[in-house]
DNA sequence: GAGTTTGAAACT
DNA sequence: CAGTTTCAAACTC
């Protein structure tokens, strides 16, 4: 719950700077009109979330005329976009002026970015140049729609919250905060598009959640700007049962109230663009009926141009119902908000399950219903989270942050996750499917197709999946990524099965003699309790024991208080994700206590640093360390070109992989060290791929939940307000840095390696390409812009995976 | 599936 | 703190 708070209060500030910005300052000085605007939007906000709302129930197609709006809204976020379309539709009718502009600013910016189709354009994630402001303010407004909504966006989310808070009194600075933002977080609009739909899922949740909030009460409007996003969340979950038309018209209703703000930002900002939008607007306007054609065009397009990257699955998710679109979301926003929980089993049996529970009956109630089973058990088992097979969620929440290390050392399921969300260009927004998948949500079929893809990719790279995952990881840095998930030789084989009972569980142990009681057991050392996959042996890791198990674990804290906390800590910059992340990025995330490799080389799993994605740092006693992540040299990989490339390929995607790890990892007060030291490019780069989850969102927020809770389990109690901490670690991350051990740690990475033992010449970390992110660490808002330009499309789409 | 290797955890 | 033992995962065959 505390975490909540100061994540609003970060976000506050946000919105401040915005303010504060010269570029705010114009934006208003331009936009006398703006006013006016954004006051139709408010009350469209106000009476098409309410009213429209169970017109688009009715009929899902009620998507909005305006394509390339839904297209991105779509993007962006996915669920909301038909209840929008839909809605927005309705405000086109009412305030056709309003709306004909954002579909024309839309298209305009479509066009600018490419001439023609929107949908192109948000495929496409480049298009920095165009930055016109058109362009820029049309996504952007978006972008931090979604973003403020989201809590994970740090920056951007607080800025959006206060944004939203203000529209109501002023839109347009709302507004032009957010234009100033967006170039930040995208380079182009298509970026900002892609990011948007990757972390439209993380960000919905969170944006989700206040737009639940704010639906239910108008006074939860002001939640948003109340650092009381936790409570939000509270409500979002205990409402998820409550029809999800709440949450269609909240979507709705925010994306009308976005859009509009967009559309009059745009309008002031590019008289060109409206005109442009003015030939446009006819289509766009069409009838209700037209918008949904028009939006599952929209999506078919982006499923199109992400098809490669595996963006369809969801797409046509959404396609298929709008309605159920929505209340995905819904889900979805809950999934993501419980993702940290549930993620410490990331499993996909469990998301089966839940997948077909969901699909059974699936509904939101469901889905509430788990997690408030999940958060009470969680409440009942101080410690450990049940393992996969008892409430996942549950176990995830208390275990999360001992089990992000276990997982990311498991880093198998994350992996996989992350591949995934790699694989689905747009996939990044897999992301989000993959915690629908978690998420009980499932009832939308939509999100069920997506988890299934998904999980058939976790499983095998199935065909479709398969391939995604394998251009995926091609693309992506991550060799290693590539390789766990290339997986095909009957070990990796093995490994996803177990993956997929450990998924489904969580880990599996193996235990014959510790009895699951010691840091020997990963059930345990994750803060979980064992379950049927494990082969434990006289395993006194069970509920039953509770006693026992806590007895000991308080035992071995008190000999290492940090034994339990995540092994591997990420610099808070893999989760500033938002926008800056991607600059700020240069997570440095490593293992805690360094490996002590003598013959792997620190290129196996037998690494701890490996394992966990991280590179070795000052910390290592390693010998000959030619860990790909990043050598405790301070070199990373630099050593051989194939190592660089594909590190810098292994960056994006180990990213992506290694984001849940690196979830994991984040202590609230290990995250912060993280952030303030410098990192080295290398190490940083790929840690920071877990960023780019941040970017993307959700992976990066769960991760953050579960590493948040350093002691997972204890942390569980709290449950929730661990996800909430989440978030704003990310932001403070960078400025606390708590730990002791970590910050030294991660300083130790950054700073270039002392090689203390390493044999293998110390090469000068080369800071590769991809690592981009971290180069910026520093300065990573004013690197952020270039640093999204720079960013190839493929992070953008990932969200930075 | 059995056996080996490896390095962390635990112990002294 | 260093050295040794124990342990279970990772890996190999």
């Known amino acids: 719950m505390d975490m909540d708070t100061p994540k609003k209060n970060q976000i506050g500030t946000p919105v401040s700077k915005f303010e504060d910005s010269p570029v705010f300052n114009y934006i208003n000085?331009?936009?006398?009109?703006?006013?006016?605007?954004?006051l139709h939007i408010t009350q469209t906000f106000s009476s098409l979330s309410f009213g429209s709302l169970p017109s688009v129930f009715t009929s899902p197609h009620v998507s909005s005329h305006k394509e390339s709006r839904f297209l991105r809204r779509y993007s962006c976020s996915d669920p909301s976009k038909p209840e929008?379309?839909?809605?927005?539709?309705?405000?086109?009718?009412?305030?056709?002026?309003?709306?004909m502009d954002t579909a024309q600013l839309y298209s305009n910016s479509s066009e600018l970015h490419e001439n023609g189709k929107s949908e192109v354009n948000i495929g496409e994630a480049s298009v920095e140049p165009q930055n016109e402001g058109s362009t820029f303010v049309i996504e952007l407004p978006r972008v931090l729609k979604y973003d403020c909504g989201s809590p994970d966006c740090v920056s951007m989310p607080s800025g959006v919250e206060a944004d939203f808070a203000t529209d109501s009194a002023d839109p347009s600075t709302s507004l032009v905060p957010h234009v100033p933002d967006v170039p930040e977080m995208g380079s182009s609009d298509n970026e900002a598009q892609f990011q948007e739909l990757c972390l439209s899922e993380e960000r919905k949740q969170g944006t989700v959640y206040d737009w639940e909030s704010l639906i239910s009460n108008a006074a939860d409007i002001l939640i948003f700007n109340s650092p009381s996003g936790t409570e939000a969340f509270k409500g979002l979950i205990q409402n998820s049962l409550e029809p999800v038309t709440r949450f269609c018209t909240s979507f709705a209703a925010e994306f009308s109230h976005n859009e509009i703000n967009n559309e009059h930002q745009m309008q002031i900002v590019d008289p060109v663009s409206s005109e442009q939008h003015n030939g446009e607007e006819p289509l766009s306007q069409t009838g209700d009926g037209s918008r949904l054609e028009d939006v599952e065009q929209t999506q078919d397009r982006f499923a199109d141009t992400n098809s490669n990257r595996g963006m369809a699955s969801n797409q046509s998710e959404i396609k298929d119902n709008e309605d159920k679109t929505c209340v995905a979301f819904a889900c979805k926003s809950v999934f993501s908000l419980h993702r940290g929980m549930r993620r410490r089993c990331l499993d996909f049996e469990v998301a089966g399950a839940r997948r077909k529970n969901l699909e059974d009956g699936s509904n939101n109630s469901s889905v509430s219903s788990q997690h408030d089973e999940e958060i009470t058990a969680n409440e009942k088992q101080p410690g450990f989270i049940r393992p996969c097979g008892e409430s996942s969620s549950k176990r995830m929440l208390p275990g999360i942050g001992l089990h992000l290390n276990a997982l990311a050392t498991s880093s198998k399921d994350c992996k996989i996750t992350k591949n995934e969300n790699l694989s689905s260009g747009i996939q990044i927004r897999l992301p989000g499917s993959t915690v629908s998948i978690h998420s009980p949500t499932a009832g939308q079929e939509g999100l069920d197709k997506s988890l299934i893809p998904i999980s058939s990719e976790i499983d095998n790279n199935t065909p479709e999946n398969g391939v995604q995952l394998l251009q995926d990881a091609s693309q992506a840095p991550g060799s290693l990524t590539s390789e766990e998930f290339n997986q095909n030789s009957p070990k990796k084989k093995r490994r996803r099965l177990d993956n997929a009972g450990e998924t489904e569980g969580c880990k599996r142990c193996n235990c014959k003699k510790s009895k699951c009681l010691k840091l020997y057991c990963e059930c345990f050392a994750a803060g979980v309790y064992c379950i049927e996959p494990c082969s434990c042996q006289e395993c006194f890791n069970k509920p039953i024991h509770e006693d026992t198990v806590l007895a000991t674990r308080k035992q071995i804290e008190s000999r290492n208080p940090l034994a339990f906390a995540p092994k591997v800590i990420r610099s808070s910059d893999s989760v500033p994700e938002f926008g800056d992340e991607s600059s700020k990025t240069p997570a440095s995330a490593r293992h805690k206590r360094g490996c002590n490799c003598k013959k792997s080389s620190c290129l196996k799993k037998y690494c701890e640093c490996y394992q966990g994605g991280v590179g070795c740092s000052i910390s290592c006693r390693c010998e000959g360390c030619k860990n790909a992540f990043g050598r405790k040299d301070g070199s990373v990989l630099t050593g051989t070109d194939e190592q660089d490339d594909e590190e810098?390929?292994?960056?994006?995607?180990?990213?992506?992989?290694?984001?849940?790890?690196?979830?994991?990892?984040?202590?609230?007060?290990?995250?912060?060290?993280?952030?303030?030291?410098?990192?080295?490019?290398?190490?940083?780069?790929?840690?920071?791929?877990?960023?780019?989850?941040?970017?993307?969102?959700?992976?990066?927020?769960?991760?953050?939940?579960?590493?948040?809770?350093?002691?997972?389990?204890?942390?569980?109690?709290?449950?929730?307000?661990?996800?909430?901490?989440?978030?704003?670690?990310?932001?403070?991350h960078v400025q606390t840095i708590p730990d002791d051990e970590m910050p030294e740690i991660l300083r130790g990475d950054g700073s270039p390696t002392t090689g203390i033992k390493t044999a293998s010449p110390n090469s000068k970390r080369i800071s590769s390409p991809h690592c981009h992110?971290?180069?910026?660490?520093?300065?990573r808002r004013s690197g952020r812009k270039l640093i999204l330009q720079s960013i190839p499309s493929f992070p953008s789409l990932t969200p930075q995976h």
């Open 84 to 99: 929008l379309s839909s809605e927005n539709g309705n405000k086109a009718t009412t305030s056709e002026g309003i709306v």
């Open 648 to 732: 810098a390929e292994a960056c994006e995607k180990s990213l992506v992989d290694k984001p849940l790890q690196k979830i994991e990892i984040q202590n609230n007060e290990e995250q912060n060290p993280g952030s303030s030291l410098p990192i080295t490019p290398l190490r940083i780069s790929r840690p920071l791929l877990p960023i780019p989850f941040s970017s993307k969102g959700k992976p990066p927020r769960s991760s953050f939940l579960t590493g948040t809770s350093s002691s997972g389990l204890y942390s569980q109690k709290h449950g929730k307000p661990s996800i909430l901490r989440s978030q704003p670690k990310f932001e403070k």
């Open 773 to 779: 992110f971290g180069s910026s660490s520093p300065g």
């Open 29 to 38: 000085s331009l936009s006398p009109i703006k006013p006016v605007k954004s």
